[in-house]
Each structure stands twice: as structure tokens, then as C-alpha cells.
């Protein structure tokens, strides 16, 4: 999926070979935009949004697979139905990705807040009460979680191909930005890190939460916890500054290391694309600038917009 100025884009791969892009106007809400002017709220309200537009997207690709799901029945009338099951199988998944996605965004903020907390207070409150050094060593449990649960999905196949295709989009991005033409071959010379990355912001959560956690006490565990849930959305909001803080000294020598453990992260959530996947992400990269292009001139107007596009441009 890419986002443009205008406009996101995602392509999908059919059954039968064809790559389909799926296309998102953005919405100018008048009530958004003045909060996505205030530091702090911002973040969150960029959060939810594009948690949104990404369950949005997910969602249309749940119903492409039941395109291709119902001409596989079609298809299984005159001869077996050996691709039924296969079919079937990837709906299902598709649709487990959905519900990961809106669920981890909600009960993976909590645990990750809450166990941490609880896990810090049983183990480690009995040998310091210094507040700082209680808030790195939790900050140090939630790293040990969060990479932990990382390697652990990057185990199965169906998130293995989302981080490949989250490679494939750096890949491509770093082509685009190097002035080089996007062929297949150009694209997957470069790296599958990208200096601004949307997973970069979970490693800077945890690192302002131990700054920000550092100067609540708290007398029970209890307390703890619920300290924690409270900050969290100041933390957000505060994590988002500080990303686009280092989005914007990344070319300054020094302050560039700032980034550094987003990246260092990325090893975890990118894998190396085939050229398969690599060529869908080029599809889907191209359109988007088509169609962002397409907006800027003013070519676009609702009379001449595509039906399917009409609920998401009015
Ligand atoms: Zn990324």
C-alpha cells in the first residue's frame, strides 16, 4: 500500500496473474485538518486514521479473494474442485489479517502497556525504587515482548509474505527516491530498510514511554498499570513529534542515529520480496503517483470519477 498527497493505493495479485489496484481518495475532513495541526493530537488522530484506511484496504482485498473464490466454484462445476480449498483457505486468512490488524491495534497497546508494568513490579520493584530505573527496566521487557512476538509471527507464511511485500515497498520507494527507473531489477538492488518507516514508531513508543513512565510514582502495581494506560495516548502523541523530529535531521551526520532503532526494527518487520511481489508493489506505487498527479492538475472532477470510487470521494 502506498499513500500519496491525494491518494492510497493498493495492488493485489488475482488468481489468474492480473495485478489489480485498489484506489482510496483522501478526504479532506475540515475538523481533522485543525487537528492535525495541533502537536500532541496529531499523532493520535494520524493513527486512527490510517489504521482506518488500512482495515479499509484489507477489507477490499477479503472481497476480491471471494471474486476469485466464487469463479473458482464456477470453474469446480465442470471440473474438479481441487482450487476450492485453496481458494477458500486464502479468504480465510485474509480475513484473520483483518481481524489481527484492528484487534492488535487495540488489545496489543494494552498488553504491551499493562504486562510489562505487572511484569517489572513481581520480578524487579523489590530491588530498586528508583523511578527511572524502573521505567528502563520495563521499557527493556516490553522490547524483549515486542521483538519476541515479532519473530514469532514472522514465522508463519501468511505474515512472512506481509513483511516481504512491506520490503518490496521500501525497495521501491528507495528506487523512486534515487532518481532510477522502477524496473524490477533496479528495485530489488536496494535495501529493505527505510529510514522513514511507519514501524519505526512503535520502537520510539517504547523508548519515550521509559521517559515519560520515569516520572510517575506509583505505590501499587495496580497503579502502575493503570498509570500507564492513562499516559498512553500522550505517549503516542509524543512519539509522533519525536518521529518527525528525526524525519527531519536524518541529514544531519550525528542526529541521524536518532532513527537507528526504527530501523534496526525493520529487520524484523521486512523481508526480501520476490519479483513477483516486487512487481505488484511497483503497479501499485505508479498508480498512486498517476492518480496524485491526476489530482493536482485539477483533471480529476467528481462527474468523470469512477463509480466505486464515488463513496470514498463525496
Ligand atoms: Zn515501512
Redesign the pocket.
Known amino acids: 500500500m502506498f499513500g500519496g498527497r491525494y491518494t492510497q493505493v493498493t495492488a493485489i495479485r488475482r488468481k489468474n496473474g492480473e495485478i489489480e489496484t485498489h484506489e482510496l481518495y483522501k478526504k479532506e475532513n475540515p475538523t481533522l485538518s485543525i487537528f492535525k495541526k495541533i502537536p500532541l493530537i496529531r499523532g493520535i488522530v494520524s493513527l486512527i486514521e490510517s489504521s482506518a484506511s488500512g482495515a479499509k484496504h484489507l477489507q477490499h482485498a477479503t472481497e476480491v479473494y471471494d471474486l476469485d473464490l466464487e469463479e473458482d466454484n464456477d470453474r469446480a462445476q465442470d471440473t474438479s474442485s481441487t482450487n476450492k480449498t485453496s481458494s477458500s483457505w486464502s479468504f480465510g486468512v485474509v480475513l484473520s489479517v483483518a481481524v489481527i490488524g484492528v484487534l492488535s491495534f487495540i488489545i496489543g497497546k494494552v498488553i504491551f502497556t499493562a504486562l510489562p508494568a505487572f511484569l517489572s513490579s513481581i520480578l524487579f520493584d523489590r530491588f530498586t525504587k528508583n523511578p527511572l530505573i524502573q521505567s528502563v527496566i520495563e521499557g527493556g521487557i516490553k522490547t524483549l515482548l515486542l521483538l519476541g512476538y515479532l519473530w514469532a509471527i514472522s514465522q508463519t507464511p501468511l505474515i512472512k509474505r506481509l513483511f516481504q511485500y512491506?520490503g518490496a515497498?521500501?525497495k521501491v520507494i528507495s528506487t523512486y527516491e534515487l532518481g532510477q527507473e522502477l524496473t524490477i531489477k533496479n528495485v530489488q538492488k536496494q535495501s529493505t530498510l527505510?529510514y522513514r518507516?511507519?514501524?519505526s514508531f512503535i520502537i520510539l513508543t517504547v523508548i519515550v514511554g521509559v521517559i515519560v513512565y520515569s516520572f510517575f510514582q506509583y505505590d501499587t502495581i495496580w497503579d502502575r498499570i493503570w498509570t500507564r494506560l492513562l499516559l498512553l495516548p500522550i505517549v503516542i502523541g509524543l512519539s509522533y513529534e519525536v518521529l518527525r523530529f528525526t524525519n527531519a535531521v536524518r541529514d544531519i551526520p550525528v542526529l541521524r542515529y536518532l532513527g537507528y532503532p526504527g530501523l534496526w526494527l525493520?529487520k524484523l518487520t521486512?523481508k526480501e520480496p520476490t519479483d513477483d511481489q516486487v512487481e505488484v508493489a511497483i503497479a501499485a506505487f505508479n498508480r498512486m503517483r498517476e492518480l496524485d498527479a491526476e489530482v493536482a492538475s485539477n483533471k480529476y472532477s467528481k462527474h468523470s470519477a469512477p463509480t466505486h470510487l464515488s463513496s470514498s470521494t463525496s
Do not use: K, L, N, V
Request: hydrophobic residues 0%.
Open positions: 512491506h515497498e521500501h527505510h518507516c511507519g514501524s525493520q521486512t
